[in-house]
């Protein structure tokens, strides 16, 4: 609609212009009806209404650049949060023995981190095909404290330590599955949810950028499930219509006990002291 109004408004913008060459040659063509009909004036409107119409169009069917690509890129992050929980849907599935609860311990204090939380417990939910017979989820890293003047003010401490974990197992004794959003703490071992782990009363999952001493724990199944994220990958790619196991792909690397020592020799800087944080 928009190019038929330009096209139209154009044709008689020519037109007008050559009507007024005749008028000087010819004082019999200022007389003939198409002058008044498709004279300036008409010309003009047009332009003016192709132009609203262009407004318009920009405003209810587009956005500028940098807004839908921001919007892309947050809704990628959402699908890849779904992917994650997909994974780790199934390959729980596969490994639980039984009936079993699972508890996510997550430090999305945030509410962006929440809306990613939930994207992560759908995609969790599609995974599953057998033995997950509930979820409980715990938010660790957010204290609401009063300040001076009475507002409440929110102090996010993303450090988790291995106390708050036994903390929350112990709050939630009826899952026997952990999956840990976040990444261990290094006072993990020798703690009492690594002695259940170990002892095989607990199956545990991570999601970790830094696997840098944890291939013995990984080797040994007292990390059942692990997921490392990518630093490279190409942010404008659109995922939707792409499935969740590809999504997954593209995000992160897949470490568990069966794969852990290919994953050595082809991720070797992975488990690099230079790669520890």
């Given at each position: 609609?928009?190019?038929?109004?330009?096209?139209?408004?154009?044709?008689?913008?020519?037109?007008?212009?050559?009507?007024?060459?005749?008028?000087?040659?010819?004082p019999l063509w200022s007389n003939f009806k198409l002058d008044r009909m498709l004279g300036t004036n008409s010309a003009t409107v047009f332009w003016a209404t192709s132009i609203?119409?262009?407004?318009?169009?920009?405003?209810?069917?587009?956005?500028?650049?940098?807004?839908?690509?921001?919007?892309?890129?947050?809704?990628?992050?959402?699908?890849?949060?779904?992917?994650?929980?997909?994974?780790?849907?199934?390959?729980?599935?596969?490994?639980?023995?039984?009936?079993?609860?699972?508890?996510?311990?997550?430090?999305?204090?945030?509410?962006?981190?929440?809306?990613?939380?939930?994207?992560?417990?759908?995609?969790?939910?599609?995974?599953?095909?057998r033995h997950i017979s509930g979820i409980k989820e715990e938010f660790v890293g957010l204290e609401n404290k009063e300040s001076e003047n009475g507002e409440n003010t929110f102090?996010?401490?993303?450090?988790?330590?291995?106390?708050?974990?036994?903390?929350?197992?112990?709050?939630?004794?009826?899952?026997?599955?952990?999956?840990?959003?976040?990444?261990?703490?290094?006072?993990?071992?020798?703690?009492?949810?690594?002695?259940?782990?170990?002892?095989?009363?607990?199956?545990?999952?991570?999601?970790?950028?830094?696997?840098?001493?944890?291939?013995?724990?990984?080797?040994?199944?007292?990390?059942?499930?692990?997921?490392?994220?990518?630093?490279?990958?190409?942010?404008?790619?659109?995922?939707?219509?792409?499935?969740?196991?590809?999504?997954?792909?593209?995000?992160?690397?897949?470490?568990?006990?069966?794969?852990?020592?290919?994953?050595?020799?082809?991720?070797?800087?992975?488990?690099?002291?230079?790669?520890?944080?």
């Amino acid at each position: 609609m928009l190019y038929l109004f330009l096209f139209i408004a154009i044709s008689l913008t020519i037109i007008s212009f050559h009507n007024s060459k005749n008028r000087e040659r010819h004082p019999l063509w200022s007389n003939f009806k198409l002058d008044r009909m498709l004279g300036t004036n008409s010309a003009t409107v047009f332009w003016a209404t192709s132009i609203l119409i262009a407004i318009i169009m920009l405003i209810l069917d587009s956005e500028p650049g940098e807004t839908k690509t921001k919007h892309q890129r947050l809704e990628n992050e959402r699908v890849a949060q779904k992917a994650l929980g997909h994974y780790f849907g199934k390959r729980f599935s596969h490994l639980a023995q039984g009936e079993s609860k699972v508890l996510i311990i997550d430090n999305a204090g945030h509410e962006a981190g929440r809306n990613y939380h939930g994207a992560f417990v759908e995609g969790f939910e599609s995974g599953i095909f057998r033995h997950i017979s509930g979820i409980k989820e715990e938010f660790v890293g957010l204290e609401n404290k009063e300040s001076e003047n009475g507002e409440n003010t929110f102090n996010v401490d993303l450090h988790i330590d291995a106390e708050k974990i036994d903390e929350l197992v112990t709050k939630n004794e009826e899952c026997k599955i952990v999956i840990l959003l976040t990444d261990l703490p290094r006072n993990f071992i020798g703690s009492k949810t690594w002695i259940k782990v170990n002892h095989r009363e607990l199956l545990l999952g991570i999601v970790t950028s830094n696997v840098y001493n944890k291939g013995g724990m990984i080797f040994e199944s007292e990390i059942s499930v692990c997921a490392v994220p990518r630093t490279l990958y190409n942010y404008d790619k659109s995922y939707l219509n792409t499935n969740l196991e590809e999504v997954f792909a593209l995000r992160y690397i897949d470490i568990n006990p069966e794969n852990v020592a290919e994953m050595l020799k082809k991720h070797r800087q992975l488990f690099q002291p230079s790669n520890s944080r």
